[in-house]
């Protein structure tokens, strides 16, 4: 019986050792990426969770050789890391702005998630929880960050804030020249000082995605300023795939142009000819179009308390402005950093167009005139026809107060210059 069962066994066995498993052998670069995990995880005391390494490790991926390498900082206090990579992204306005820029600068051939390896100087760790590490941990750590990058040999590097930079500079003398040499280096300021401290700044904005478009197209060795200058800066690029516009929202160019030009009639009719208005505002973050100041969000409030003043009056004419530009103001969005592409909320614009009075006709048409008590018949009948309560009756309304007003105003016998950066959101910027 033992005979039989060896025989048995011998035949199962037979053709094992002629299987050869077909294993990948581990890159250096991912090598040095687990030997900073296992080193971090010594310094920092909590062990890292499971979806954020799993997160920041599809970051820095792909482990090949070669391609666009970007260096960070350092991670945020809190990222929704069991939601996966592409909520982390989304999430944050530093990787959802540089996301975007690759997205763009590459044609739509790269993103964080895909081909693009993106490392912190200080992965893991936010240096401000970290008081008890010392300078030499913090070099130590540095050090292994750019043994990481030394063995992903990246085409080219996007060196992006003081500290990475400060970290690469500091190691120039004694990495190793022979895969130095062949990298692009490109130094630029942190996404985050545009769309976290600086939002409103145009330049800061144009140079951040100027850094990013640059290292992008020198992976193929085709960067030229001047292309990029008339492609991004003149507005001929189309809107990437990678910016999403969720119902009701709705992207279409030209009702996003009629609503915004009624929107910028209505604001600008809000304040005093001579008072300065406000901007509009450059991050797809924002709840409101407009950006009011301190002052100006005042200004309205005082000027609601006039809703007793002598029907016509300039005064009483703001009253019933101001509540329309208020939730229009909330209606348009902007769904990108880098370019002019905007969305609208249909459901909430048509609910606004309806609560429309011919009241609120004759104060645009007072304000913009400059004549109190400015009545055009015509266009208030115009304005009431029947009441139609259609989508398409009420922009074709809408865009006929735009029309009356804007004429009214270009008109009026003593026209007050406004600051082109202070009207109409279409020409707030050169680019954004």
């Not at 820029?101 to 200080?122: A, C, F, K, P, Y």
């Not at 249909?346 to 005139?369: K, R, V, W, Y």
């Not at 139609?388 to 309304?397: G, I, K, N, T, Y």
Request: net charge neutral.
């Amino acid at each position: 019986m033992m005979a039989d069962f060896n025989a048995k066994i011998d035949q199962i066995t037979a053709g094992v050792s002629k299987v050869r498993l077909k294993l990948s052998p581990i890159s250096d670069f991912e090598q040095v990426f687990e030997k900073i995990t296992r080193f971090v995880e010594h310094i920092r005391g909590p062990k890292i969770s499971h979806d954020e390494l799993s997160v920041t490790k599809t970051l820095a991926g792909p482990f090949t050789t070669g391609g666009l390498l970007v260096l960070l900082q350092e991670p945020r206090r809190f990222h929704p890391w069991p939601h996966g990579a592409a909520e982390v992204i989304d999430d944050c306005k530093t990787l959802q702005s540089l996301d975007e820029g690759i997205h763009l600068g590459s044609e739509g051939n790269l993103t964080l998630e895909q081909r693009v390896s993106l490392l912190d100087v200080r992965p893991f760790l936010v240096k401000a929880d970290n008081a008890h590490l010392d300078s030499d941990t913090w070099e130590r750590l540095y050090d292994l960050v750019f043994q990481a990058i030394e063995a992903k040999q990246p085409d080219v590097l996007l060196c992006m804030g003081k500290v990475a930079v400060n970290a690469l500079d500091a190691r120039l003398g004694s990495l190793q020249p022979n895969v130095w040499k062949r990298v692009k280096i490109i130094r630029t300021t942190h996404p985050s000082a545009s769309v976290n401290y600086h939002e409103q700044d145009v330049r800061l904005r144009q140079d951040l995605l100027k850094s990013i478009c640059e290292a992008c197209y020198s992976l193929n060795g085709k960067w030229d300023e001047d292309t990029w200058q008339e492609r991004y800066v003149l507005k001929k690029c189309h809107v990437p795939s990678v910016i999403s516009t969720p119902s009701p929202w709705s992207a279409d160019l030209t009702d996003v142009r009629r609503v915004m030009k009624f929107l910028d009639i209505v604001m600008m009719l809000c304040f005093k000819p001579n008072y300065r208005l406000p901007t509009a505002n450059l991050g797809p973050r924002a709840e409101t179009h407009f950006q009011l100041q301190g002052w100006q969000r005042n200004w309205l409030s005082y000027s609601r308390e006039f809703k007793s003043a002598d029907i016509g009056s300039a005064r009483h004419s703001r009253t019933v402005l101001i509540p329309i530009f208020e939730q229009m103001n909330r209606c348009v969005r902007k769904t990108s950093w880098f370019l002019p592409a905007y969305a609208i909320n249909l459901h909430d614009i048509q609910d606004t167009l309806l609560g429309l009075t011919p009241m609120f006709e004759n104060a645009c048409f007072t304000l913009a005139s400059g004549v109190e008590n400015y009545i055009d018949a015509q266009q208030i009948t115009e304005g009431c026809d029947e009441g139609d309560p259609s989508l398409a009756f009420l922009m074709e309304r809408m865009d006929r107060i735009t029309t009356q007003a804007s004429g009214l105003w270009e008109n009026r016998s003593q026209t007050v210059h406004r600051n082109v950066r202070f009207i109409g959101s279409s020409r707030v910027v050169p680019m954004l």
